[in-house]
């Protein structure tokens, strides 16, 4: 039988404490046929378990490039994502996926890429970053805008050090005001009003763009007010799921299933959804 | 008094309440879309006051839309809703347990014949020995006659169950149970099921198991009738709203039995009452402790 | 599509089937509660005359109110899965309503496109679905709002109707329905004969609420995602599952593990839209806060999502919900009304013209 519920085992080969909340496991799956022909693009998402405790759902935040395992951070906020925090290398569970379309890659090549990211919203963009780190010579400049609320609450603080040292690469840090710390080197504002200082131009260009709904909010805002195009901008967006197959009716917004039909969208598509997300 | 008479007189009083800005809403019943049955209905202006009516097929609790989640008291003004002597200890068991102040309310008190359900006379009616409203801030049909319930003894239909061997009684629920498919018809309708969070909800840990199977249905209603033990007023909605018939008044009913035998009292008469469950008393019964 | 008269009653069909060792569910009695469920002896499935319809609708015995779809157990760090049992015997529901036999081809669509769900194609195709056309209807019925009739043969493997006399005729739809006359062949004889166009059914059709206009309801619903009715409609609304899990064609489910000591099961439950809990992200976030969202989103899915997406109306009018909920918001009266404000709005839009 096909059993479209029913998990990949995977072991944890690593676990990364990001934040004091977050936390990233890289995956390799146990059937040995799996770990060599399971694939995936950028955006794209699974269901991770915790057997007893159930399946939660977040992206693939590893880049399909990477062969050989996949990566997924997550924050503990609720019943399964509390229980996977407790895991610890060598201990298993359980993956569905990958689901939904991915960010769409090809389009974006010869183009200038804009990167903003904010909080644990920086997973599905760091898929497609090192998607396009690794195929360099196919893009134009890449900007990398992150924030997160403080300091401490910065994701994958070694990789945005590779990144600030990349000539190839031009990366912006900042954390909301009064989370910065005395040695801190960024800058200190809001996403989106660092995105307006920073000002980039929407010729020739593509912002890529996941965070907290209120940050993606102004985000959006003010990639319009810069000239950018709604088709010029894409984001990922999250409801609750449960199956990530399209039937259990949950996530859907408007006609369109997130998990089936998204999680990427343009800022287009966005707009002509029901606000029900 | 005649159905139309008293229809005509509710229609008239939340006209007024609302015309005079006396309250913000007014909660009543409307004509069903089904024979037998009525539409609960919230009016807001008075001109939508037409379509109230009071008679036999009025069995709705609507104390209910007086919990939290329905947001229908805002400050200011009280909200005026029908209720029916039955009803009325929903409320008082409300105020008891600081869900709802009196002055928040304008209770149009009903005074009640029984009311209807499929088969004739709800079970509950049978037993009733108040058919006026307790208290109320206006009242619509009079005051009738009290009169010898049917049933001389509420827990007629626990003392037949309580009469079963224990596993006549296991297999009894078992049966009842196995119908039930978690709509939460039950507790959706229930006035004091207003938990912000319901413990079958709850899933760190999970305490009841969600699925209709046997467990997880044994559980709910078993822990869903303990929670309501000295507090259900047995309005019967819960057994009402139930499609597939299990006799869920008999479990809260069982609970109101062993309150009453252990306390002495009942749910829903004294809103100056403290809930014997809510409170320690020197001279409480021991005798169950082993 | 081939005729066959049944020479017995219902009773003796039942029995007939129980004789050749079949699995036949069918309408009996729980207490007072009328129930598909298994049939031991012919004489406990109850007439089709003597009913409307069950409280429950069959889609229980394709999708199920409880499934385990997942086992698994830990040990330290020994993990193991396996695939649950699809309980997929052969079985015949008898003395369906065409109503609750057409739902399934519609939410077969969903169970089916782009990832198959095993668990309910399985028992799909081992299931036999005989239905007997509607001598009744009552008030709570509308499938011909939603393009069926008490004899319509969408969805049955067999349609069985009346004649004048009282005599069965079948229509065999399948080939599933072949085979199960097939097996009784010595109770059904093929005819001639045809009952197509009986009169008997249109007077239940003429008995029925008027036929509701669902192009027109899509048109509204298509416009108004914001509109002040829906806050009017779910003011009322108690935001139980009655509706949701009485409906043959609603199939929202959730997925919850259950454990014990170090094994456990990953199983597949009914949900429904209208609780707070459905769509509550892990967050505190939730996309549908109030009752009235909640309520939209049902209608919506019902009579507009579904149709954008498989282009049919999740709908039979079977009249479950309407006989069921507490507070009789009934979706035939809520559609109506949204119809006559969209007649309104275009007599206004033409005066303006």
Sequence with gaps: MNNIYKPYLAKIDMVRQETPDTKTFRLSFMDPETAESFTFKAGQFGEYSSFGDGESTFCIASSPTRKGYIECSFKAVGKVTNALKDKDVGDIIGFRGPYGNSFPIEEMYGKNLLFIGGGIGLAPLRSLIWNCLDLREKFGEITILYGARSVQDLCYKPELTEWAERPDVNFVKTVDPGGETSDWDGKVGFVPTVLKELAPSPEGAVAITCGPPIMIKFVLQNLSELGFDSTQVVTTLENRMKCGLGKCGRCNVGKTYVCIDGPVFTARELEALPVDF | MSNDKISAEVKKLAGELLESGKVSAVVGYAEGTLKGRVQTFIARKASETEKFIFNQNCANNLAVYLTKSYNIISAGKPVAVFLKPCDIKSVTALIQEHQLKREDIFIIGLSCQGVLNDSGPAGKCRACSMHNPQYYDALIGGVVEEKEPEVTDPFARVKEIESMTTSECWEFWMKEFDKCVRCYACRQACPLCYCEQCIVDKTRPRWIESSAHPIGNLGWHLIRAFHLAGRCIGCGECERVCHQNIPLSLLNMKMSKEIFDLYGYTAGMDEGAKPPLTEFKMEDNEEFIR | MKIYKLKTGYTELAAALLKKGQNVIAPKFSGRTLLFGKIEKAEDAVEPERYVNTVRSAKEFIFPATEPVVEFSYKNKDVKVFDSLVQSDEKIILGLRPCDAAAFTIIDDVFNYEYKDEFYAEKRKNTTLVSFSCEHSDEACFCSSVGLRPDSPQGSDLLFKKDVHGNYFAYSCSEKGEKLVALLKEIFEETTEDFTESPCYEEVLGHMRPPLDTVRIKEWLDKNFENPLWDEFASRCLGCGSCAFLCPTCHCFDI??????????????????????????????????????????????????????????????????VRACPVNLDIYQVVSEITKENSLEETLNEQHL
Excluded at chain 3, 265 to 282: E, S, V
Excluded at chain 3, 287 to 309: A, E, I
């Design chain 3, 256 to 321: 919850v593990d259950e454990t014990k000591y170090s094994s456990g099961l990953r199983r597949k439950n009914w949900d429904a839209c209208q609780f707070p809990l459905f769509t509550l992200h892990a967050s505190g976030h939730n996309p549908r806060p109030l009752q009235s969202k909640r309520y939209r989103q049902r209608v919506m899915h019902k009579f507009k999502y579904y149709n954008d997406r498989f282009n049919k109306t999740l709908c039979t009018g079977c009249g479950r919900c």
